[in-house]
């Protein structure tokens, strides 16, 4: 069975923190895994992966992924309370729909 | 331009009840999804169009689902007889076709509350 597990499920930090998210996935006919930020509202996208060990960067968020071992990592610096939110991986397969995990719920404090 | 919209945002419906929820997608995109996101759980898919064609309707959970988009833009989930077990929020997403297929675009939502 397809599936996409996040960890942790939950997370507490200090604004200024780093924090790494991590989501491991098995998946038939891989074709992309996305990253989505979800506040009390629609999704919304940060990055899709596709290639191994190539760093997607937007800003303080970075993201890779690694094929082979199955995996990715979405990385934030510097942390802000504005980053707070459930942070969502997606696997899509080829001509099919998105496979989520359950999110990471990030809390950052002041 | 604008994004995916959905309407209603907030839908409160008695069981036993029947309920459309409306998605409008962006312009241009043929792909369209429908997702249902339980409390504290990721999006999970009901189903998708390519154009006005159905393609996957494997994740709609029962035969009370049921979706359409006739004319290959705006589409509509209907739930008839609703349960408390539908209670949830109902995302649409859209994306343009092959290369950037997977990168979809979500819509705010539709709540769904069943009493």
């Known amino acids: 069975e397809d599936k996409v597990v996040q960890s942790p499920l939950s997370l507490v930090v200090h604004e200024g923190d780093t924090v790494t998210l991590n989501c491991s996935y098995e998946?038939?006919?891989?074709?992309?895994l996305l990253w989505y930020k979800q506040e009390k509202k629609a999704p919304t996208f940060l990055f899709m992966l596709?290639?191994?060990?190539i760093e997607k960067k937007s800003g303080r968020l970075s993201s890779i992924l690694d094929k082979k071992e199955l995996f990715s990592i979405l990385n934030i610096t510097a942390t802000q309370t504005g980053d707070s939110a459930v942070y969502l991986c997606?696997?899509?397969?080829?001509?099919?729909?998105?496979?989520f995990g359950k999110g990471t719920t990030l809390s950052v404090s002041s | 331009g604008a994004g995916v919209s959905q309407s209603p945002r907030y839908k409160v419906a008695k069981r036993g009840q029947d309920v459309a929820l409306r998605c409008d997608p962006i312009?241009?995109?043929?792909?369209l999804f429908w997702y249902q996101q339980a409390l504290g759980q990721g999006p999970e898919f009901l189903t998708y169009?390519?154009?006005?064609?159905?393609?996957?309707k494997s994740g709609l959970p029962s035969d009370r689902f049921f979706a359409e988009r006739p004319e290959g833009s705006v589409s509509t989930l209907k739930i008839q007889r609703t349960q408390q077990e539908d209670s949830a929020v109902y995302l649409c997403?859209?994306?343009?076709?092959?290369?950037?297929?997977?990168?979809?675009?979500f819509g705010p939502g539709t709540r769904l509350t069943v009493l």
């Open positions: 997403a859209s994306s343009l076709p092959s290369g950037s297929h997977n990168e979809q675009f």
């Open positions: 312009s241009g995109h043929v792909s």
């Open positions: 596709t290639s191994s060990g």
């Open positions: 998946v038939t006919n891989f074709r992309s």
């Open positions: 169009f390519q154009n006005e064609a159905q393609l996957d």
């Open positions: 997606a696997v899509g397969q080829a001509g099919t729909a998105l496979i």
